[in-house]
């Protein structure tokens, strides 16, 4: 049937994404739509770590953080590029948590899950040592442990990439009307949001992953008879000039029982975030609010020998993720774990995903396909553990030996965009640099290392459309752009 698949999901998120491979590569059609570019809500505004959630441990919640701590090792394996491990530096407060509960918490961390990857937790003494060097004289203990550093919004991007790879039909700036069980199918209405023409397509499943809009869809579109609740809850980040010398994390905690990672970004610059609060504004409207920013320079100035103030923060963003609800009033105590709904009426089902992190992207997706199983008996088996994203099939997962070979291959390009193109795109550098033997080859220069080259590459292989889709989202170089180069680059586009 014309415009028919098996599966239609709502949502370009990282969730969305994965679920899209996952579900293509076993075999099935797929559709995905999402009203704006890929990972342009939460998926691109968190912390961009892959960890296994130290604080949750806290919450008891050792099933999570164990799932996580699994897939911690499987997303290494699957991204080398993309995925780098990061050391965290824990300073000691006793006024906090007592010290034995901090060791307690860091042994179960080292042992709850297998590490191939990363070292183990120990302490230090920050008197001593470069990773107190910056902070203040009264913190003289500290512990050390690792996780994972990601790029969020590429993460998105190679889940869309692989899927598409397999078949799946990805449509950006697509918004979803509605959806109707017609006979033996859905039938769903969708609006294309440039050119505002409507138009429809059937799926035999249809798949809710709209992250913090997935009630509103579930409600005011689907009118399905099925209930339930969920908490907004909304984080903050600020970016500011480089704090501190080396390539470790600080996590920091807070009075309130919050914690704030302190993370070098982009080198020049270092990620503080996140706040922790409850939302309930416009979700096509969250921005960080005065207090926020407060709130996190008092903290960093409660650690740190050199004053932070507001002035010096030179970009933030905020975004809201979806939790499941409960009675926990606090925001900080209520589970990070997922939920799957399914509905099924006249062999037509309707799934509903509620919640979720970013680590824990695959292993959600293999869940839904696992649920949805016996509704497509053909299916094939899971299959994505062992799978690389596009670009991270690189030789035994030795990321700087993967560096070191391109920067021979590539000699003619300047150091500084060969690591980029190795960090952004992986083995998928061969791809965007076909047939390129020189600097002019690149194409016009749009500015900070941005050529045309790229920029074409970005529309025909991964959905961009606007300059903040390539500033923000497939690079950071929006961080470094001026406003008449990037009013330069979106001529261009148009």
């Known amino acids: 049937m014309e415009n028919y698949s098996d599966i239609f999901i709502i949502?370009?998120?990282?969730?969305?994404?994965?679920?899209?491979?996952?579900?293509?590569?076993?075999?099935?059609?797929?559709?995905?739509?999402?009203?704006?570019?890929?990972?342009?809500?939460?998926?691109?505004?968190?912390?961009?770590?892959?960890?296994?959630?130290?604080?949750?441990?806290?919450?008891?919640?050792?099933?999570?953080?164990?799932?996580?701590?699994?897939?911690?090792?499987?997303?290494?394996?699957?991204?080398?590029?993309?995925?780098?491990?990061?050391?965290?530096?824990?300073?000691?407060?006793?006024?906090?948590?007592?010290?034995?509960?901090?060791?307690?918490?860091?042994?179960?961390?080292?042992?709850?899950?297998?590490r191939q990857y990363l070292p183990g937790s120990k302490t230090i003494d920050l008197h001593h040592d470069q990773r107190g060097a910056t902070l203040i004289p009264e913190l003289k203990t500290g512990f050390s442990y690792y996780d994972c550093f990601v790029d969020d919004?590429?993460?998105?991007?190679?889940?869309?990439?692989?899927?598409?790879?397999?078949?799946?039909?990805?449509l950006t700036r697509t918004t979803f009307l509605s959806a109707k069980r017609d006979k033996k199918r859905w039938k769903i209405q969708l609006q294309d949001t440039i050119t505002k023409n409507i138009f429809y397509c059937y799926a035999n499943t249809l798949i809710n992953v709209g992250g913090p809009?997935?009630?509103?869809?579930?409600?005011?579109?689907?009118h399905s008879d099925l209930t339930f609740e969920i908490e907004l809850d909304?984080?903050?980040?600020?970016?500011?000039?480089?704090?501190?010398?080396?390539?470790?994390?600080?996590?920091?905690?807070?009075?309130?029982?919050?914690?704030?990672?302190?993370?070098?970004?982009?080198?020049?610059?270092?990620?503080?975030?996140?706040?922790d609060m409850t939302f309930s504004g416009n979700l096509d409207d969250v921005q960080i609010t005065t207090k926020e920013e407060e709130y996190l320079c008092h903290l960093m100035n409660h650690y740190f020998k050199k004053p932070l103030r507001k002035e010096d923060i030179v970009w933030s963003y905020s975004g809201v993720r979806c939790l499941q609800a409960s009675d926990e009033k606090n925001p900080r105590k209520m589970t990070r774990d997922y939920k799957l709904l399914l509905e099924n009426k006249n062999n037509l089902t309707l799934l509903t995903v509620i919640g979720g992190k970013l680590t824990t992207h695959r292993v959600l997706a293999e869940q839904v396909l696992n649920e949805l199983k016996p509704y497509f008996p053909e299916m094939k088996s899971d299959w994505t553990a062992h799978q690389s994203l596009p670009g991270g099939d690189i030789h035994?997962?030795?990321?700087?030996?993967?560096?070191?070979?391109?920067?021979?291959?590539?000699?003619?390009?300047?150091?500084?965009?060969?690591?980029?193109?190795?960090?952004?795109?992986?083995?998928?550098?061969?791809?965007?640099?076909?047939?390129?033997?020189?600097?002019?080859?690149?194409?016009?220069?749009?500015?900070?290392?941005?050529?045309?080259?790229?920029?074409?590459?970005?529309?025909?292989?991964?959905?961009?459309?606007?300059?903040?889709?390539?500033?923000?989202?497939?690079?950071?170089?929006?961080?470094?752009?001026?406003?008449?180069?990037?009013?330069?680059?979106?001529?261009?586009?148009?």
């Open 11 to 114: 949502g370009g998120g990282i969730n969305g994404t994965a679920i899209a491979a996952d579900a293509a590569g076993r075999g099935l059609s797929v559709r995905l739509c999402e009203k704006n570019d890929l990972a342009s809500g939460t998926s691109s505004v968190c912390s961009k770590l892959i960890h296994g959630g130290l604080r949750y441990l806290e919450l008891y919640e050792f099933g999570l953080v164990r799932s996580a701590l699994k897939e911690r090792e499987i997303l290494l394996k699957r991204a080398p590029n993309l995925i780098s491990p990061l050391e965290f530096i824990l300073p000691y407060e006793k006024q906090l948590r007592p010290a034995w509960l901090i060791r307690l918490g860091l042994f179960f961390y080292d042992h709850l899950a297998k």
């Open 153 to 170: 919004a590429r993460l998105v991007i190679a889940n869309a990439v692989l899927a598409k790879n397999h078949g799946a039909d990805i």
């Open 213 to 222: 809009w997935v009630k509103e869809i579930h409600n005011q579109i689907l």
């Open 234 to 275: 909304k984080g903050s980040h600020i970016v500011v000039p480089k704090l501190y010398e080396g390539d470790f994390a600080y996590i920091l905690q807070n009075k309130d029982k919050r914690i704030v990672f302190a993370i070098p970004f982009l080198d020049q610059f270092t990620l503080i975030g996140t706040t």
């Open 396 to 494: 035994e997962k030795n990321f700087l030996d993967f560096i070191d070979k391109v920067k021979k291959e590539f000699s003619w390009l300047p150091e500084n965009l060969v690591k980029r193109y190795a960090k952004d795109y992986g083995t998928r550098i061969y791809l965007l640099l076909d047939q390129a033997r020189k600097i002019e080859d690149l194409g016009e220069h749009f500015g900070c290392s941005l050529y045309q080259r790229e920029v074409d590459f970005l529309v025909r292989h991964e959905w961009a459309r606007t300059a903040e889709d390539i500033l923000w989202r497939r690079t950071k170089l929006g961080l470094f752009f001026s406003t008449d180069a990037f009013e330069k680059l979106q001529n261009h586009l148009k």
